[in-house]
Every structure is written in structure tokens, then in C-alpha cells.
């Protein structure tokens, strides 16, 4: 079976989650969806727990699997700078394979080829769906994050660590002491576009069958076409307010930390 | 003369690829002497000085410091270096860290000195090279000179037994350059062993015990330096020394 009807196939299944919606009082399909309309917001916001179900859904996707990206694209950027041998290579071909492959096609291919298990957390268990979709956005987030990191850490003049070398530290200490501290800070913005971009990207996570913010948005303008307008622009705001908000959060760190105001590593 | 029996450069030679940079480079020095070495740009020089803490590869010859062999692949560089301060052309100092932490790293980091007595070390040397009033300032805040004069203090700060200066004022501006040379010149008066590569003549004129001259990576002269300069032996001596007091 091609991509696109794997995809069509998942796709449709993720629309289930739309029975649950409430569905407005005028016919579908009728009236233009003006903004402002009374009963159109009326019928957002009498679904807003909906739509808030679907947000938390997105905001613990992008945080779990920005830190995953996190915890595998530093080591990865970092052996890309300074490692050497099979471990190189095997690290740089990974992420050129994970920076080359579609989004959809990596969490179609963590949901049903590697068929990640469900995850049970004692209060709380993860659905293998869910699970999938941390690992495939994470890993790719993780073979971005490794070009940002990479980046960064190249940046730093090779002096650096030749003085850190000098006072006798080793390569490993010198790297940890001297050029990490300045390479996170320059890393800042890179790293702040990677969170706008995994935060919208786990939209995709529809393909697996997940009904997060915009595929519960969607199924909410499927049931009521009057209010597509209405829809798009309620999660459209709540997307803003969490990229603004993150960003203008990454922005105070990087000030803080900023040389030469900042305080020392 | 030195006996050479602390540091005894032997037939030290150097290859980047087919290049040969460094030809059979010998010279000794004493506990207590300043060395200086001069000689053209592309010379040798700073690659040889490199070479006594392992910043770079020498492919031939032996380099004893202090009875051990420096260029043996036995021997951990690390030790080497917490033994050996090196002031580097371009400052290098880190550029995250206030100057205190510049110099408290090493003693912190290397020497495992806790935090207060890593501090309060770092705080002698910025003292003894006339910053105690910047120890909160980054290295963008500094000027040139002052730069210069904290890289001083963060190699002081491991209680080196040799000092390598890697053109310590070469990319100082000409005002600046006075305060560094002062700093050295107070090396000098407590006793400090220092291997410099400098174009500063009249700094090596003053407190050099030998000058070793370099040219395309040989040794074409070396001896005390009113010798040196005053009764150069060599032709190229001469032509450099005239070449460099033209620009002076």
C-alpha cells in the first residue's frame, strides 16, 4: 500500500473522536462562517474542554518529546564535533536518515512497523499511540536539535578549548567546562525555533490515530461547517500563546545568561 | 650558560604533512632562565614552543623537562601541562567566565581546590598582575592589556614550574603593551623559568639569558643576547635584527 493511503486510511479512523463533539444548532453547510457570529463562537466555546483536552495532549507531546530531543540530539551533536570513527558515522547517517524522512511516514512507521508497547507508569498509563508519537517526534527533534547543537559547538573558537588543554584539563573537561557553557547560550535561538516547529508538527500525530489540538479542531468544523473560521482561529490563539510564550521564555534565559552580563558557568 | 638541566630541547624536528617546520631544534635552559626566540613569521618559533607542552607534535627528537621526557607517548599531557602556563598570542581566555573564574577554574577544576580556596587563589594573581579591582569583569569588559595580563594570571594560578609566552603582546595596541611587559618583567625579578616567543626586543634585550634566533625552522644563531644583537655571527641574524629595528 502507498503512503498517502495508509495515510488517507489512519486518517479517516482519527475522525472518530468527532462523534463526541457538540454539534451546533443551525444546519451544516448553510450559512458562510462569519467571524463573530453569536452562535459559532458560542458553539467553540461550549466545546472548549474538547478543544483543551486536545492542547494538553499537544503541550505533553511537544514537552516530552522536545526533551527527548534534548537527551539524544546534545550527545549527538556533540560526538559530531568530537567523536570519531563508526560512532560518527553511525551518528550522522542516523540523523540524516531522520532529517530526511517524512514526519508522517517516521510515526507511521513507530506506531505500526517497530510497534512500540504501551507504557504503564503506575498512576498513569501511556498509550502505545502516544508513545510512538514521543519517539518519532522526538527522535527527529533529536536529529535537528544535533545540527543545532553541532552548530553551536563549532562556533566556539578552537582557543577555547586550546587554553581550557592548557591549564590542564582533558579534552572531555575542557569540552564540559569551557566550550558547553558557551555553546548552549548561542544555541538558544535554533533551539527556539525547534520548539515553534515540534509544536506545530505534533499536529501529524492525527496519523496515528491521536485527536490532538488541530485534529480535534478539525473534527469540531467537520461536524459544524459554519464555524470552521471561528475554530482555526481559537486554536490558532492558543498555538500562539504557547509559542509566544515559550519563546519570550527562551528569550529571558538567554538574556540571563548572556555574556558578559550573565553569571559564569 | 645554562647547563640545560632543567629543560633540554634535543634535534626537535616537525613535519604539517611534507612540510617540515621544525628542523633538529636544540637549545637548554636552566631553572630561573628566560629564553627568548626570535626569528620571521613562519619561522618555527611559536610550533616549538607549542611543542614543549604538547599543544603540538613534535615527530622527532626529545624534549627533558625536568628529567622526564616530554615527548614520550607514556606521558600524561594533562600532568604536563598543569606544570607548564602557557600565555597565549590571542589571549584565549574564556569568555563566559569573569576574570576570578577564569583563573579559578584550573585550581577548582585541575588542581581540585575548593571553591573558597580556588577563589582565594585566583584572587593572589589577579592581585600580583594588578586586576584585584576587575575580578567580577568578563573578558569583553577588559581592555587588550588587561586581557592579557588575567591569561597571566590564570596560567600563574597553577603554580607553574615553566612559563611559555606565545607572543604575549603581538596583538596588544602599542599603549598596551607596556603593562603586559611589566607584568613579565616582575616574572622575571621572582624567579620564574619562561620560555618566550616574542618580537618584543628590547624586553629580550633586557631580561633574556640566552636568545635563540629561528629561521624556516632551524636554529641559525642563539647566545646572550648583547651578543646576539650587538655581534650577530650569522648574515640572516643580522638582516632580521636590522629588518625588525626598521619597524621599531
Partial sequence: ?265 | MSDGDFLTVSDVSKWYGDEQVLHDVSFEMDRGDVTVLIGPSGSGKSTMLRCVNRLAEAQEGSIRLDGEEVLSPDLDVDDLRREVGMVFQGFNLFAHLTALNNVALGPRRVLGLSEADARERAEDQLDRVGLADQLDSYPAELSGGQQQRVGIARALAMEPKLMLFDEPTSALDPELIGEVLEVMHGLVDEGMTMLVVTHEMSFAREVADEVVFLDEGHVVERGPPDQLFERPEKERTGRFLERIASHD
Fill in chain 1, 1 to 265: 500500500m502507498s503512503v498517502s493511503g495508509t495515510l488517507a486510511l489512519v486518517a479517516a479512523e482519527s475522525l472518530d473522536p468527532a462523534a463526541q463533539a457538540v454539534t451546533g444548532t443551525r444546519p451544516a453547510g448553510i450559512a458562510p462562517a462569519f467571524i463573530g457570529e453569536a452562535a459559532d463562537w458560542e458553539f467553540v466555546l461550549r466545546n472548549a474542554d474538547y478543544l483543551g483536552v486536545g492542547a494538553l495532549l499537544t503541550i505533553g507531546l511537544t514537552i516530552a518529546s522536545i526533551l527527548l530531543g534534548f537527551l539524544v540530539g546534545f550527545p549527538a551533536g556533540a560526538i559530531e564535533v568530537y567523536g570519531d570513527g563508526y560512532l560518527k558515522r553511525a551518528v550522522s547517517v542516523a540523523g540524516v536518515v531522520l532529517r530526511g524522512t517524512p514526519i508522517v511516514v517516521i510515526l507511521i512507521v513507530m506506531y505500526f512497523v517497530v510497534g512500540v508497547p504501551q507504557i504503564n507508569l503506575g498512576v498513569a498509563s501511556v498509550s502505545s499511540a502516544v508513545t510512538a508519537g514521543i519517539l518519532g517526534l522526538g527522535l527527529r527533534s533529536a536529529a535537528y536539535q544535533s545540527q543545532i547543537f553541532r552548530a553551536a559547538l563549532s562556533s566556539v573558537d578552537a582557543g577555547q578549548l586550546e587554553a581550557g588543554r592548557s591549564i590542564g584539563l582533558s579534552r572531555f573537561e575542557a569540552v564540559r567546562y569551557v566550550v558547553v557553557p558557551q555553546a548552549l547560550r548561542r544555541s538558544i535561538p535554533g533551539f527556539q525555533n525547534e520548539f515553534t516547529i515540534v509544536l506545530k508538527d505534533t499536529s501529524i500525530v492525527f496519523a496515528i490515530g491521536l485527536a490532538e489540538l488541530l485534529t480535534r479542531g478539525y473534527d469540531l468544523f467537520s461536524e459544524q461547517t459554519t464555524a470552521v473560521l471561528e475554530v482555526i482561529l481559537f486554536i490558532s490563539a492558543i498555538y500562539f500563546v504557547l509559542t509566544f510564550t515559550t519563546n519570550r521564555a527562551l528569550d529571558r534565559l538567554g538574556s540571563y545568561y548572556a555574556i558578559p552580563e550573565g553569571e559564569s558557568a
